[in-house]
């Protein structure tokens, strides 16, 4: 079995439950959310949810499609009914994740909520 290449970032993969996470922080931050579910306090709780921000699309003179460009939030769930919160814990807000924010806000109308590691 081959060794589990280390991540960009250096955060540190884990699991729970048999639900792989990114990092300790996220792991953290879900189980957190568990309980606000518990209490009451959230509701629908999914975990990585898939935005499209751009269709995929041909290219001028390439034969093949280059896929959509898609997000994925770390997770989505309810205030209130309709009122949709999309989380995203970082331990460091790269210039790439900006952007992502950005389209997010700019394409569905969603601001991010991004948690920062502590």
Request: net charge positive; with cysteine.
């Amino acid at each position: 079995m081959a060794a589990e290449k280390p991540q960009k970032y250096g955060a540190k993969r884990c699991a729970w439950n048999g639900i792989k996470f990114a990092s300790q922080a996220e792991l953290a931050r879900y189980l957190q959310l568990l309980e606000m579910q518990k209490r009451g306090e959230i509701s629908g709780l999914e975990l990585q949810p898939v935005y499209v921000l751009a269709p995929a699309v041909r290219l001028l003179g390439e034969a093949r499609k280059r896929p959509a460009l898609r997000y994925v939030a770390d997770f989505r769930y309810f205030k209130a009914p309709g009122l949709a919160v999309v989380e995203d814990v970082k331990g460091l807000d790269t210039p790439a994740s900006r952007i992502k924010r950005h389209l997010m806000a700019t394409v569905h109308g969603i601001h991010v909520v991004l948690i920062k590691k502590s």
